[in-house]
T-cell receptor, first 111, second 112 residues
Framework: TQLLEQSPQFLSIQEGENLTVYCNSS?????LQWYRQEPGEGPVLLVT?????EVKKLKRLTFQFGDARKDSSLHITAAQPGDTGLYLC???????????FGGGTRLMVKP | EAQVTQNPRYLITVTGKKLTVTCSQN?????MSWYRQDPGLGLRQIYY???????DKGDVPEGYKVSRKEKRNFPLILESPSPNQTSLYFC???????????FGSGTRLTVV
């Protein structure tokens, strides 16, 4: 069982649709990050959230950190084919030093 | 340009032949880490380092060694590679453990 559970694992949608990806855990995190990875490349950081209830926006992407700092969500509005990729959440537990990744959500946006 | 540089990008080797994958960062980051990425298993941490001469095991350290003699470099050493170490490896660095990570472009290792 992974420390961070992401859902869904796969998502295929049409251009213009909205979507939400979830990242859940029973552990409390001091910080939680979202990354996007293209095939054959390293993950690229999208956002870091550290405060319970925090909401951050990055153009059409909205990230939310749960009040209890155990979960997070990524919402994409009006998805575009350029959003296609693997989305990863990762967290550092309270008093921890390791960054642990969720299993990822593979998103495909069709034109 | 701020970056993490890994070498080589691709490597095919034979079982038992020692190899080193290099990793260097130019951001003066204290925290560096190695991950392997396998289908269905995601990204798993191998080793991490909080500063020079300070290293610790991650989730899957068996068969790997690391060293941190200088702040910028964090090489990954496979003393006797085996086929189950065939994987895509990433080095990453961060200013602090909870901060955002910058990843290298990856090293695809095949052990035959």
């Amino acid at each position: 069982t992974q420390l961070l559970e992401q859902s869904p694992q796969f998502l295929s949608i049409q251009e213009g649709e909205n979507l939400t990806v979830y990242c859940n855990s029973s552990s409390v995190f001091s910080s939680l990050q979202w990354y996007r990875q293209e095939p054959g490349e390293g993950p690229v950081l999208l956002v870091t959230v550290v405060t319970g209830g925090e909401v951050k926006k990055l153009k059409r992407l909205t990230f939310q950190f749960g009040d209890a700092r155990k979960d997070s969500s990524l919402h994409i509005t009006a998805a575009q084919p350029g959003d296609t990729g693997l989305y990863l959440c990762a967290g550092t537990e309270d008093a921890g030093n390791m960054l642990t990744f969720g299993g990822g959500t593979r998103l495909m946006v069709k034109p | 340009e701020a970056q993490v540089t890994q070498n080589p990008r691709y490597l095919i080797t034979v079982t038992g032949k020692k190899l080193t994958v290099t990793c260097s960062q130019n951001m003066n980051h204290e925290y560096m880490s190695w991950y392997r990425q396998d289908p269905g298993l995601g990204l798993r941490q191998i080793y991490y380092s909080m500063n020079v001469e300070v290293t610790d095991k991650g989730d899957v350290p068996e068969g790997y060694k690391v060293s941190r003699k200088e702040k910028r470099n964090f090489p990954l050493i496979l003393e006797s590679p085996s086929p189950n170490q065939t994987s895509l490896y990433f080095c990453a660095s961060s200013l602090y453990p909870g901060g955002g990570y910058t990843f290298g472009s990856g090293t695809r290792l095949t052990v035959v």
